[in-house]
């Protein structure tokens, strides 16, 4: 069956420092893989999706980026953390498009930039 | 841009009865609508996916329906228990193919 792993569960980083989040899949190849973030109080917000190696689209222009150096590996990472960036981070998967079938969620990663 | 909207304010309801959760969406008729569960601290789960061309769709005590005509839909949970409180999330496509999500509503279902 297919798992979802991101990690770690939670990071508090200094605002200036860098970050570095990691998602795997296992037991899937070539899944349509997704990184969101969820502020408090607020709905799910798109930050990166991929549909194969060292494809990368990004949906919110700011200080993140994404890459995915293998096929279920997905990574988000920032140079400098802002204030702004806290909040809950989640990696997702999709077999095709999520038109049919729907997301699988990891676990999540609580931000909070201090 | 789709725009999703749901009740931000929580559902308060008795053990037993049928919560109803409501969602309604702007600009683009959607080709299919999903409904999640949220746990506190936790990733959303997929429950169920309902097509524009699907009256309703049914899974166990789960209950969706999209009615293209109100731009809406509701979510049912039947003989609702204290273990079903936590945040339904509605998503809707769009404008592309990758789905927007509301902030969902938050269900309490008391003993």
């Known amino acids: 069956s297919q798992t979802i792993h991101q990690w770690p569960a939670t990071l508090v980083q200094p605002v200036g420092s860098p970050l570095s989040l990691e998602c795997t899949v296992e037991?899937?190849?070539?899944?349509?893989l997704y990184w969101y973030r969820q502020a408090a109080g607020r709905g799910l917000q798109l930050l990166f999706y991929?549909?194969?190696?060292?494809?990368i689209s990004s949906e919110v222009p700011q200080n993140l980026s994404a890459s995915r150096p293998q096929d279920r590996q997905f990574i988000l990472s920032s140079k400098k953390l802002l204030l702004s960036d806290s909040g809950f981070y989640l990696c997702?998967?999709?077999?095709?498009?999520?038109?049919?079938?729907?997301?699988?969620f990891g676990s999540g990663t609580r931000l909070t930039v201090v | 841009s789709q725009k999703i909207e749901q009740n931000s304010e929580a559902l308060n309801i008795q053990e037993g009865k049928t919560a109803t959760l409501t969602c309604n969406y702007t600009?683009?008729?959607?080709?299919?609508l999903q409904w999640y569960r949220q746990d506190p601290g936790r990733g959303p789960v997929f429950l169920l996916l309902i097509r524009e061309n699907e009256k309703e769709k049914r899974k166990e005590r789960l209950k969706v329906t999209f009615d293209t005509t109100l731009k809406q839909s509701l979510f049912h949970i039947t003989a609702s228990q204290p273990a079903d409180s936590a945040t339904y999330l509605c998503?809707?496509?769009?404008?592309?193919?990758?789905?927007?999500f509301g902030r969902g509503t938050s269900l309490i279902v008391h003993p």
């Open positions: 991929s549909v194969g190696i060292g494809q």
């Open positions: 997702a998967w999709t077999e095709g498009t999520a038109a049919n079938y729907g997301y699988t």
């Open positions: 600009n683009y008729s959607p080709a299919y």
């Open positions: 998503a809707s496509s769009g404008g592309s193919y990758i789905p927007t």
């Open positions: 037991g899937t190849s070539n899944p349509n």
